[in-house]
């Protein structure tokens, strides 16, 4: 094999409760990167189609994850990059994750797998940690073991796929302002109350009972942040208002999705979801922002190749 | 039935990574409580053998939490209470959960049962105030449900119980030594690193997921605490070398139970979970300070009619 087409998806991180801990993989949505063996070694990166990135192979997010598995290997030939951004870098829906996973996703299936899902995160944490300044796998894990996962250890990439219900069903609205995880991250107070690590423990533990258990009362009951999303969601216009609509549109929960600024909600049923969607697009069918909408399930699978 | 005993078993809480919100049962070890019906109404407690603790019923844990089920309530008599308290106040196993629980359950049997167990936390809740200061339910809810309990939040008393490993073992050390809740409580810090919210979310979220598939090398890997461990292990004797000592005698994990200074450990299967107390045992045998051992298994009944 000397190419291959990949389906990058995006994710969402942190899910209220779970803050650079939890993320779950979307469906549809995501970037498209072609991948050729090269007689030259290293890495090129021959064209990149709907964000203005750098093709430098030391800035851009996808080469710094490809050397990184490729300096664990000893091969005679190299790897030209195409890449299809579909998800807009800064949207909060693991645009850098999705680059960095494509690459050592494809590289890893064009040298015959020597390595399974799971350690391929280490190497795309590579790429990861240029574009947020911050070691976080969190969307890594979801992208590339697909589901929702927990990452108990990002230290040692101890990393659990976790179940989730059938009928669970994202919906992603994304305002087309860019938030840099590096800025979200720095409005964050560096110590948190005692107290809100005790609400934030009950809510996380919660969650992965409800996940196991398929409680879908208790998924929405957990789905709770008291520490990031009181700071953040400042940055993200009418915030407050599209989640209160997301509710009582019928979601079970909703949040900034990763860094934000774009926000999801989680529904039980594609119908629930669509309608909350269209409840969101309405609050901001007059602000002075484009804002898109997504309805996704749980992608399962994680990236792919087409 | 106008009267009943009752074993009000010991618990564990926080359980390493889930401060305030973890606990789970233990079994043999605990208190025995009578309660008689009695023409005159309100609660008097005519006998307390094993402790030192007020028969003032403004003031003792069990009529405190007996008194506010019966204002619930329109009776036209009262009870008797006769405590036999084989936990010791103090000691970091729940002496005062046994309690209150106890005094709720047993008046609940008595008047036909009118609560589910799940009902009753509320009111012993009342009596767990009077002894720690603080409101956590996070040893009566194992207590009243047996087995392992999360209490997603306190203030609504959202309690769920959590599956746990047919062969896990508790092996608890209790150095008898009297360290109050309030000043356990009080030597912790106010506020904690966000990066410490981090490393505790994954924990506690891999020891939840641990105990729903039964995987005791994950249990083993999330057992880990550094918020609070670090700071009340100083208030016990040689807790350190305890802890190390039990899980090189092959224990999955230790830490302090509940705010101590009781140590407790969890290992797979009773043979290590005795080996475990043998060996720390070993370790203060020469202190100047008794030191009890207790090995049990998770009880997955709570708090029982005998």
Known sequence: ?????????????????????????????????????????????????????????????????????????????????????????????????????????????????????????????????????????????????GGFTLVRSNKTLDIIKLPCPKELFVTILHPEIELKTSHARAILKKSIPLNNLVKQSGNLGALVSALYTNDYDLLSRSLKDYIIEPLRSKLIPEFDLLKKTAINSGALGSGISGSGPSIFALSKGRDTAIRVGEAMKNVVKNLPIKHKIYVSKINQNGIQAI
């Open 1 to 145: 094999m000397d190419n291959i087409k990949i389906f990058c998806p995006a994710s969402v991180s942190n899910v209220s409760c779970g803050f650079d801990v939890l993320g779950f993989c979307l469906d549809g949505i995501g970037d498209e990167m072609i991948i050729n063996k090269t007689s030259k070694k290293g890495i090129n990166i021959s064209k990149i189609i709907g964000a203005d990135l750098s093709k430098d192979s030391n800035k851009n997010v996808a080469s710094i994850a490809a050397s990184a598995i490729l300096k664990d290997l000893k091969l005679n030939h190299g790897f030209d990059f195409q890449i299809i951004k579909k998800i807009k870098p800064g949207s909060g829906i693991g645009s850098s994750a999705a680059s960095a996973a494509g690459a050592v996703f494809g590289i890893n299936k064009l040298i015959g797998e020597p390595y399974n899902r799971n350690e391929l995160i280490k190497f795309a944490l590579e790429g990861e940690k240029h574009a947020s300044q911050a070691e976080h796998a969190d969307n890594l894990a979801p992208v590339l073991l």
